[in-house]
């Protein structure tokens, strides 16, 4: 069940919204990606959902154009495995040409766990993904596998800084150094930066003062249905 997140630029204007996905068990109700993901790629069925959930938001694009709606881009995930699959950017095309929309409106997130992997390898992979014109974001950095590395080998379009490090921005000033000094770094690089998990208007303040470009979090909206997300921002019935 793709729920929608919207992020939000200083003008309070949702540009891009993030698809999501929720595990809704009989028993125990919805259950946290965090707990069904790991389990998906222990049992290599992770790229499965991510390309599902990739042609779902190409098929729910193509049907807003269809009603003359004015669409923004939409984020999807993918895994470390998906991003191991041979013909990840082929596949990637062919969802996305299959219903016939613009690809600059779909942008990949790649979680910081690519850390871990070859960077040469993450670099030619982006590069052909930019080369086909799909936007690429990196997603939680600041997190357990950060590395400045990443951002010197691949060319991201965007970097969203892991909630961890935005929780006590306003507090901890060892955290405001740290977050300052990688926005900076990111606008040198011409990269986009989203501040993720931002939960007060403090937080908002911080981070627009370093120079945070974008903003995401429960502070601007929680997680919605789909069909909250068109009737709210789309003004779909």
Sequence with gaps: SPISDGYVVTSNMVISAESLVRLIHPTYGLISPAKIIPILE???MVSVVDFYVLELVCKRLKKWQMKGKEVVPISVNYS???????DVVERTINI????????NLIEIEITETIGNMEHKFVAELAEKFMQEGIRLALDDFGSEYSSLSTLALVPFNVVKLDKSIINDIVTNKRSQVIVENVISVCKKLNMVTVAEGIETEN??????RMGCDLGQGYFFGKPIKIKEFEEKFLKLE
């Design 42 to 44: 222990k049992n290599k």
């Design 80 to 86: 470390r495995i998906t991003l191991l699959e041979k």
């Design 96 to 103: 996305i040409n299959k219903y016939g929309i613009d690809k």
């Design 203 to 208: 937080q908002w303040k911080e981070v627009k």
